[in-house]
């Protein structure tokens, strides 16, 4: 495109830099905008050369990557080599693969949980891109959960590799699906897949049946483990207070107050009390009555002073 002006760009590095700012933000994507302004400077986009940049520095300069197309290797070769080099990327598959790489809560919260349990990234050096490793910190959070994880360190190593053979059948379900959309599917190929994907599962059974990871082999599991109180209750213990509740607006609710008066009748009903029992009833209601007196006094003192205070601030704002 320049070579009638042996060249030479006919436009300044600071125009360049704010066209590039736009086209980031248009796009919402720094790939796809340097890879417009290649085209537009008739030089190579090469992903590996943007992947680089992003690794050393999270900021992306047009220049840094100019340089870089110096080297021998990249030298004398236009936009065109983009194409004919089959490295052209649809900006919007990039645009998707941003989007899904970013992390929910949920997401963060398991991968948190889950290196708790580990102590350490066990998926940090596995060659995974970020969709992989959010793949792979889900699952393996729902295995440490699994009873007696944290002080077995021989089933928090199975667990990983239970894991990683998952994410190797997530993606041979990606190479089926790929080669069953051509016109002539590859058997042989699609039956080796298969085959081997099958080999995977059949490790995953044994090794979770080996270390009883699953219900299905796990025959000393508690009762009630995975009952909603109890895992509202592991929450509440590991600190997660976003589950809970006011129970002072449930308890005060008028729907559970015709059913605590209903239990009450029912229990009323089915039992019958002797007179010793009345007057032991009397006296643990008589205590109770005082304790919440006593309660009631120090909480209405407290709100007293409470209030007394925020009036001395409010008077002193004004």
Not at 147 to 156: C, F, L, T
Not at 174 to 194: A, R
Not at 287 to 304: F, G, S, V
Request: proline share 2%; charged share 30%.
């Amino acid at each position: 495109m320049w070579k009638h002006t042996e060249s030479t760009v006919l436009f300044c590095k600071d125009c360049l830099n704010k066209r590039f700012d736009e086209l980031k933000n248009d796009y919402d994507s720094g790939k796809i905008a340097l890879m417009l302004c290649c085209y537009v400077l008739d030089i190579p986009f090469y992903e590996p050369i943007y992947e680089n940049m992003i690794a050393k520095s999270s900021t992306i300069n047009i220049g840094v990557y100019t340089r870089q197309l110096q080297l021998g290797q990249y030298k004398n070769k236009t936009f065109l080599n983009t194409l004919v080099d089959d490295v052209f990327i649809d900006p919007r598959d990039i645009v998707k693969e941003e989007k899904e790489v970013k992390w929910t809560k949920a997401d963060k919260q398991n991968m948190n949980f889950a290196i708790s349990i580990v102590g350490y990234d066990p998926f940090v050096d596995c060659c995974m891109s970020d969709i992989d490793r959010r793949y792979c910190f889900n699952i393996l959070a729902g295995y440490c959960d699994a009873e007696g994880i944290q002080e077995d360190g021989h089933k928090v190593q199975s667990v990983i590799q239970i894991t990683q053979s998952q994410i190797q059948c997530k993606k041979i379900d990606e190479f089926i699906n790929q080669e069953l959309l051509n016109i002539k599917p590859d058997e042989m190929k699609i039956k080796s897949l298969t085959a081997t994907k099958k080999q995977l599962l059949d490790s995953i059974a044994k090794i979770a049946q080996d270390n009883n990871l699953s219900s299905a082999y796990n025959s000393s599991s508690k009762q009630g483990v995975n009952t909603l109180t109890s895992k509202m209750r592991e929450m509440l213990q590991n600190g997660f207070d976003d589950i809970g509740v006011n129970l002072f607006n449930i308890k005060t609710a008028e729907a559970m107050k015709q059913i605590a008066d209903l239990s009450n009748k029912s229990i009323m009903e089915q039992l019958s009390f002797e007179s010793n029992d009345y007057v032991e009833m009397i006296k643990e209601q008589r205590e109770m009555i005082l304790d919440y007196e006593e309660n009631n006094m120090k909480l209405e003192e407290e709100n007293r002073l409470l209030k007394n205070e925020l009036t001395t601030l409010k008077s002193k704002k004004k």
